[in-house]
């Protein structure tokens, strides 16, 4: 059992560059999150998924897209990188449990991104 | 989510007892209260939640208060390795934001030996 995956777990871009950040769950967790934590701040909520086929937008989701085709992995994309994308990028999933307040995230190890 | 306040850093020594405290003024009824931790450079780690009775688990106790606007993480024997950030928080119940976690600057916890 992996958990939550993330790939790369390093990444240098250019300005202007895109990517494509993968992460994947072995969990068959219908819940799917991407974070961004920049220096010194809590994360922040980029996107989001409640399952196979569909995403939301988070708290800031400017300069991000996202995919969710197969239920274990949830796809971050870049289209353009800017320097403000510079910072660490955490996936999370979770299998919601109403009679529990199932909120338990699990995380992967975090994906870290400059841009220069 | 329910706004939380937790003070910015506390110190603990090694072996002693951490007590983090968090308020939580504006929960609701269905909304449980949840802890985190980030140990520096990794990803969040679930450490305990709970409703309104007090929980302990392996890692940790939880202790609410009876009218539910504060809790206290407790961690019973602290660690060199229990140095991290610890998050207090109270997603929403229910609707399209179900699940989702905010997370504020939390409390720096340095253990020392």
């Known amino acids: 059992n992996a958990g939550v995956t993330q790939t790369p777990k390093f990444r240098v871009l250019k300005t202007g560059q895109s990517m494509t950040l993968l992460c994947a769950q072995d969990?068959?967790?219908?819940?799917m999150y991407w974070y961004r934590q920049d220096p010194g701040m809590g994360l922040r909520l980029i996107h989001y998924s409640v399952g196979e086929g569909t995403t939301a937008k988070g708290e800031v989701p400017d300069g991000y897209n996202v995919s969710r085709l197969k239920k274990q992995n949830f796809l971050l994309g870049l289209e353009s990188a800017a320097p403000s994308q510079t910072s660490v990028y955490f996936c999370a999933s979770t299998a919601i449990s109403p009679s529990a307040g199932g909120v338990e995230q699990f995380f992967g190890p975090g994906t870290r991104l400059t841009v220069l | 989510d329910a706004k939380t306040t937790q003070p910015p850093s506390m110190d603990c020594a090694e072996g002693r007892a951490a007590n983090l405290p968090c308020n939580h003024s504006t929960i609701s009824g269905n909304e449980y209260v949840y802890w985190y931790r980030q140990i520096h450079s990794q990803g969040p780690q679930y450490i305990i939640h709970g409703l309104k009775n007090n929980e302990t688990n392996e890692m940790a106790s939880l202790i609410i208060t009876e009218d539910r606007k504060s809790s206290t993480l407790i961690l019973p024997h602290a660690t060199l390795r229990d140095t991290a950030v610890y998050y207090c928080i109270v997603p929403n119940a229910g609707g399209t934001s179900y699940g989702k976690l905010t997370f504020g600057q939390g409390t720096i916890l340095t253990v020392h030996p």
């Open positions: 969990m068959n967790h219908e819940y």
